[in-house]
């Protein structure tokens, strides 16, 4: 062969190697791994295209001059050196790769990749280290799958019961919540289809076909069931099925969430009932009753017919209640609807809508108001005769007796449930001015205006103090030798139109419309700047100042007094606190707290109208009180009246046990004071006799500047 032949061949033989050589590069550099061939030395050998993208790294990197941004968790905490792990490696020579899972933080983006670094050191033939070779997977998508494959499994066994079906709708896979809430065993349920399981345990408001169009349209549903495991067992739940299926509608599976909404559903009934009904006598409360009553008037004005409603409120009930306890007056009024039921029929309907109020629609299609008024009034004496009688309650022997309002109804064009019972209870209000054996009213359109009337004095009140209408007054209280001790403040109301209105209608006004907080605070403050005046002048004086128990009962009534206190500087000692008996027995626990936080702060602490509550003897003792005001209704009938010479004398005896202060109210004549004088030298006398209630200047000279 000559010469230019063999060139050839070489040039030929380079050629093909070239191309071998470029087709393995191409291969290598084709591979989705990355792959990093390095030297003994650790310099960079060989590294393909997917090494260089994963690690951002090209073929003059070091480890050892540089380090790469790599953490063995994926927060990036822990660093990895690469170094160190390739020189282990080359110091324990192992057949079997070395694999080791990291994340590679990217210095730009922050993003954390999953890898996977597989290691192997490469021999020559005398068995000496020619190279290092290492493997990097990305596992980004295995680490996703591995994360969606958790919290599938999670999910699965969460408490919502659940259960996966095959193509042909057999249950292959039910969690533990399934099983449990089915009450079959895994074996039973997994020889079972979805439908099998709908009709043996579900009650459905669609039928079954009606799902499997659904689904077959919408790849999904969802209702409400009542499930059934047993016949005395119901569970309430929601059944979600959804339908998974190829791109060419081949059904794969039907994967079925039962959520168990009993407790909802039990609740949501007692809050509808508690909603609609009073939680003491299982009767309609007011809301319900005021849906049935505008029912009522548009089913009688379509028959034109008539009907009444009935009002009626428990008399003395307050005084049982403040005697007992409210447990009692709870049991107490139990009975009342119970004795209520006993006499009404089954077309009438009964609510309870406030604390002693009732309320009864009779059924009635009378023809005309007259027939409809002598319906309701038998039916009024009918309930008056069960309710006036002695319930026993406790052990106790308590009297009930009632007073009834009635309004025939429909009358007016714009009538409703709420005017028909504003005018039944004011009807019922009415009642008890009558002096009969029962307590029945029949509502007539005068006592209208009544209602107008008071409204519109509720509407005054709201600005009456702020505008100057609200006064001050004040009646002296007189000691031994005749001698000023103090004085009471009282108060009136000098209205711009109506003149002067008395205190007992528009204090009721105040209290329940609960602007008796604000005015009770502005009457406390003015009284303290008054008090803090005159003891300038008397500095024994005392001045009492009465406490609404609406006031008294408010959570922030200590901190309202101890405000207006620190901002009038007045010396605690030289008041006196009047609360009358129902407040102090209502709530004991509470009343004496408060009195005694009250006496902390230097107040003194009076009963008012003593002797006029229900059997309030029984709690006295407890009560850690100054001052007792013999009410002025047992003053009144002295000396004349034995038993009301008993009862002051009583009540006389019964503060000299506890060392209190006695104050007689009402005090007219001689003869009354005498008798008073007589039971102690002490008795302080406040009443028309030495003086009328007077603004602040009349009384200051009367009694201060001599």
């Known amino acids: 062969m000559d010469t ?58 070091h480890p050892e001059n540089r380090r790469l941004s790599l953490y063995k968790n994926k927060k990036a905490t822990l660093s990895f050196k690469l170094e160190h792990w390739l020189n282990e490696i080359k110091n324990t020579i192992s057949k079997d790769p070395t694999e080791i899972l990291l994340w590679y933080s ?32 990305d596992r980004s998508v295995h680490t996703e799958a591995d994360g969606q494959k958790r919290l599938m499994q999670a999910a699965f066994n969460s408490y919502t019961a659940q259960f996966i079906s095959n193509e042909k709708g057999y249950i292959i896979k039910p969690n533990d919540s399934f099983i449990a809430m089915s009450g079959l065993s895994k074996e039973t349920l997994q020889k079972m289809t979805l439908m099998q399981w709908l009709e043996q345990q579900v009650d459905l408001k669609n039928d079954t076909n009606g799902i499997l169009k659904t689904l077959l349209e919408q790849k999904f549903w969802s209702g409400e069931v009542t499930l059934h495991p047993t016949k005395d067992m119901v569970f309430h739940a929601v059944l979600s099925i959804s339908m998974i299926a190829d791109k060419e509608y081949n059904i794969e599976h039907y994967i079925v969430n039962l959520q168990n909404i009993t407790d909802i559903k039990e609740a949501h009934n007692r809050i509808e009932h508690m909603a609609f009904y009073d939680n003491l006598t299982g009767l309609a409360n007011r809301k319900l009753a005021i849906e049935y009553i505008n029912s009522t008037i548009k089913n009688h004005r379509r028959h034109n017919s008539y009907s009444a409603l009935l009002y009626i409120n428990i008399n003395r009930f307050k005084s049982i209640n403040d005697a007992f306890g409210r447990r009692t007056g709870d049991q107490f009024l139990k009975k009342v609807a119970l004795g209520l039921k006993s006499v009404l029929r089954e077309e009438d ?40 009688q002695h319930f026993l309650v406790d052990e106790l022997t308590l009297h009930s007796s009632t007073r009834i309002g009635l309004v025939v109804y429909p009358r007016e064009e714009n009538e409703n449930a709420d005017s028909l019972l504003i005018k039944a209870d004011l009807a019922a209000s009415k009642a008890k001015d009558i002096k009969k054996k029962n307590n029945i009213y029949i509502y007539e ?69 609960q602007q008796i907080l604000k005015l009770g605070a502005w009457i ?167 003086s009328q209630p007077c603004p602040a200047k009349k009384f200051e000279k009367q009694f201060l500047e001599q």
């Open 524 to 690: 406390m403050y003015h009284a303290f700047i008054q008090a803090k005046a005159w003891t300038r002048i008397k500095p024994d004086f005392n001045l009492s100042i009465n406490i609404s128990p609406i006031q008294f009962h408010e959570a922030d009534f200590i901190q309202n007094v101890i405000s207006i206190m620190i901002e009038t500087k007045v010396d605690p000692k030289n008041i006196t606190l009047e609360l009358t008996e129902g407040i102090l027995i209502s709530d004991t626990e509470n009343a004496v707290e408060k009195i005694a936080r009250i006496v902390e702060l230097g107040f003194k602490v009076s009963i008012d109208d003593f002797g006029t509550g229900y059997s309030s003897l029984s709690y006295f003792q407890r009560l850690p009180i100054h001052e007792l005001k013999i009410d002025k209704s047992f003053i009144s009938r002295v000396p004349n009246s034995k038993e009301d010479v008993a009862i002051v004398e009583s009540i006389v005896h019964l503060a000299k046990t506890k060392d209190l202060r006695i104050v007689a109210e009402g005090v007219e004549t001689k003869e009354q004071l005498d008798f008073i004088q007589q039971q102690s030298a002490n008795i302080l006398i406040q009443g028309y006799y030495f």
């Open 349 to 388: 309907n009964i609510a309870r809508v406030g604390g002693d109020e009732f309320v009864v629609a009779t059924q009635d299609r009378a023809a005309d108001t007259e027939e409809a008024t002598r319906n309701a009034v038998k039916l009024a004496q009918k309930i008056a005769k069960a309710l006036n």
């Open 445 to 513: 359109p005068a006592l209208s205006a009544e209602i107008k009337s008071r409204r519109q004095l509720e509407h005054d009140l709201t600005f009456a103090y702020q505008k100057g209408q609200i006064k001050l007054y004040f009646q002296a209280q007189i000691g031994s030798g005749n001698q000023l001790h103090g004085a009471e403040t009282l108060v009136r109301w000098e209205h711009p139109e109506l003149g002067f209105i008395p205190p007992n209608k528009f204090i009721e006004i105040a209290e329940e419309s």
């Open 4 to 61: 230019n032949s063999q060139l050839t061949e070489l040039e030929n033989s380079l050629e093909r190697i070239r191309e071998e050589r470029q087709n393995k590069r191409e291969i290598f550099d084709a591979i989705h791994d990355g792959i990093i061939v390095f030297k003994p030395s650790l310099d960079i050998h060989t590294i393909n295209t997917q090494a260089k993208l994963l690690l951002s790294i090209d073929e003059k990197f």
């Open 106 to 137: 990217d210095p730009l983006t922050l993003q954390s990749t999953p890898l996977l670094f597989s290691a192997k050191a490469m021999l020559n033939k005398e068995g000496q280290i020619k190279n290092l070779l290492l493997v990097i997977y």
